[in-house]
């Protein structure tokens, strides 16, 4: 029975001062199989006789690679005996080897990472998504706007990737965010959009990265507050009372709308006839479910005398326009108006601390879409209404929320408390009680 053929080891250039590539030729059936290792190693260290390194103490990477080289050879043999003693082609041949090496595994995962999206392209793809899954456009459109963000720090800093986010990235995004004085919540904003989109990514197991996860990566807001910017009745009638024309009447004619009915500018922005309907006993009624929270809410209309001649005008349909020229145009109306009172406010800014600017500004400056909803819910708690009254229309999951959310400054708040105590004193001296006498015990 002749000899099965012996798997030889050599290396590519034996004269070289550095490492050089092992190599494996089998010769068989009058084929030259030339076969890579992959495994370098110093000529100096490479015994050419045995066809192995030589074995030396404390070199355990020389070991490693003689059992390497050992197992190699032993793949030869089998594949030869298994394809009936070489009735196989040279191409063959390797194939086996490189699946017996590993090697087609290994090939196999780098054409799965070349064809794996980079967080970049994942972004873009989800943004698609989600759009198509049916997410509500207003909040598709927050993923959008903040996603762009991170598209333009990749193009304006450097590319990042999935393994790139950790704490030192978080630095460089709040330093740049910073740089463009992105208003605190908006920064944070982007920090959270960020996460969830690396979030998503993970549970697609297109990474492992968990850097991003646990607590603090949120800028957390300071105390330092200013005034809540709100129309009490005066000011809303005499922006009713204004002549305007063309686009300008209609963004007028909204910002009542959303100021007499008291909700977010996605909802008062779609009124329609469906919307209202008048009860049994003749109360004309708003009658919605929110767009952001799926809440049920009722509201009266005849809160206000300019509210219902508005909505009249309008066919009971909303005005049409986006909420950036909506906010653009109502500034300069309500400059026109002369809003111009100064209020306290307090801007803070998105940094590795949060950085605070504190200035007295005309009112009509800080006026927008939001206004609306605040106005409308301080003005009726100033009417007298309770919280639990206004919860059901405002949408407030809580008191203490929606109390948070009331217009009411240090200084409207010490004058109430002022009127009140003087009622009080006015009350008890009507009633006798202001002739009771201290008696020292």
């Given at each position: 029975?002749?000899?099965?053929?012996?798997?030889?080891?050599?290396?590519r250039?034996?004269?070289?001062?550095?490492?050089?590539?092992?190599?494996?030729?089998?010769?068989?059936?009058?084929?030259?199989l030339?076969?890579?290792?992959?495994?370098?190693?110093h000529?100096?260290?490479?015994?050419?006789?045995?066809?192995?390194?030589?074995?030396?103490e404390?070199?355990?990477?020389?070991?490693?690679?003689?059992?390497?080289?050992?197992?190699?050879?032993?793949?030869?043999?089998?594949i030869?005996?298994?394809?009936e003693?070489?009735?196989?082609?040279?191409?063959?041949?390797?194939?086996?080897?490189?699946?017996?090496?590993?090697k087609?595994?290994?090939?196999?995962?780098?054409?799965?990472?070349?064809?794996?999206?980079?967080?970049l392209?994942?972004?873009?793809?989800e943004?698609?998504?989600?759009?198509?899954?049916g997410?509500?456009?207003?909040?598709?459109?927050?993923?959008?706007?903040?996603?762009?963000?991170?598209?333009?720090?990749?193009?304006?800093?450097?590319?990042?990737?999935?393994?790139?986010?950790?704490?030192?990235?978080?630095?460089?995004?709040?330093?740049?965010?910073?740089?463009?004085?992105?208003?605190?919540?908006?920064?944070?904003?982007?920090?959270?959009?960020?996460?969830?989109?690396?979030?998503?990514?993970?549970?697609?197991?297109?990474?492992?990265?968990?850097?991003?996860?646990?607590?603090?990566?949120?800028?957390?807001?300071?105390?330092a507050?200013?005034?809540?910017?709100?129309?009490?009745?005066?000011?809303?009638?005499?922006?009713?009372?204004?002549?305007?024309?063309?686009?300008?009447?209609?963004?007028?004619?909204?910002?009542?709308?959303?100021?007499?009915?008291?909700?977010?500018?996605?909802?008062?922005?779609?009124?329609?006839?469906?919307?209202?309907?008048?009860t049994?006993?003749?109360?004309?009624?708003l009658?919605?479910?929110?767009?952001?929270?799926?809440?049920?809410?009722?509201?009266?209309?005849?809160?206000?005398?300019?509210?219902?001649?508005?909505?009249?005008?309008?066919?009971?349909t909303?005005?049409?326009?986006?909420?950036q020229?909506?906010?653009?145009?109502?500034?300069?109306?309500?400059k026109?108006?002369?809003?111009?009172?100064k209020?306290?406010?307090?801007?803070?800014?998105?940094?590795?601390?949060?950085?605070?600017?504190?200035?007295?500004?005309?009112?009509?400056?800080?006026?927008?879409?939001?206004?609306?909803?605040?106005?409308?819910?301080?003005?009726?708690?100033?009417?007298?209404?309770?919280?639990?009254?206004?919860?059901?229309?405002?949408?407030?999951?809580?008191?203490?929320?929606?109390?948070?959310?009331?217009?009411?400054?240090?200084e409207?708040?010490?004058?109430?408390?002022?009127?009140?105590?003087?009622?009080?004193?006015?009350?008890?001296?009507d009633?006798?009680?202001?002739?009771?006498?201290?008696?020292?015990?």
């Amino acid at each position: 029975m002749a000899k099965l053929p012996k798997p030889k080891f050599n290396l590519r250039l034996p004269k070289s001062k550095t490492e050089t590539l092992i190599s494996l030729v089998f010769r068989y059936q009058g084929k030259r199989l030339v076969y890579s290792t992959g495994y370098s190693i110093h000529p100096k260290d490479w015994d050419s006789k045995m066809q192995r390194p030589i074995q030396q103490e404390r070199r355990s990477d020389l070991f490693a690679i003689k059992r390497l080289l050992d197992d190699l050879a032993k793949y030869c043999i089998d594949i030869f005996i298994e394809s009936e003693y070489g009735s196989i082609s040279l191409d063959g041949f390797k194939e086996q080897l490189d699946i017996r090496t590993g090697k087609t595994a290994a090939q196999q995962d780098a054409t799965e990472q070349a064809q794996k999206p980079t967080f970049l392209e994942f972004i873009k793809t989800e943004l698609e998504d989600m759009k198509t899954q049916g997410m509500r456009k207003s909040s598709w459109k927050g993923f959008n706007r903040h996603a762009n963000i991170l598209i333009s720090f990749a193009g304006e800093v450097h590319p990042f990737d999935y393994e790139d986010v950790d704490w030192n990235f978080r630095l460089e995004l709040i330093d740049w965010l910073g740089s463009r004085n992105d208003a605190l919540a908006y920064g944070n904003k982007t920090l959270s959009v960020l996460r969830q989109f690396l979030e998503r990514a993970r549970r697609k197991k297109l990474h492992s990265n968990i850097d991003y996860q646990g607590s603090g990566w949120m800028i957390p807001k300071k105390k330092a507050v200013g005034q809540k910017v709100t129309l009490n009745p005066e000011k809303l009638q005499r922006l009713a009372d204004l002549r305007l024309f063309n686009f300008a009447d209609k963004v007028r004619d909204l910002f009542l709308i959303g100021a007499g009915t008291g909700q977010r500018f996605s909802d008062y922005s779609r009124y329609t006839p469906d919307n209202f309907y008048k009860t049994i006993n003749g109360i004309p009624i708003l009658s919605l479910i929110s767009q952001k929270t799926d809440t049920p809410a009722k509201i009266p209309l005849n809160i206000f005398p300019w509210l219902i001649p508005i909505l009249e005008k309008h066919d009971y349909t909303s005005p049409k326009m986006s909420m950036q020229k909506f906010n653009l145009v109502i500034k300069d109306i309500c400059k026109k108006a002369k809003l111009d009172d100064k209020v306290f406010i307090v801007k803070q800014y998105i940094g590795r601390k949060a950085r605070v600017e504190k200035t007295y500004v005309p009112k009509y400056e800080e006026v927008s879409s939001h206004t609306c909803r605040r106005s409308f819910a301080t003005n009726l708690y100033r009417m007298g209404y309770r919280l639990a009254q206004l919860m059901p229309m405002t949408g407030h999951a809580t008191e203490s929320h929606l109390r948070e959310y009331i217009g009411i400054d240090s200084e409207q708040n010490a004058e109430e408390i002022a009127f009140s105590i003087m009622e009080k004193r006015k009350n008890s001296k009507d009633s006798g009680s202001g002739n009771l006498r201290v008696v020292n015990h």
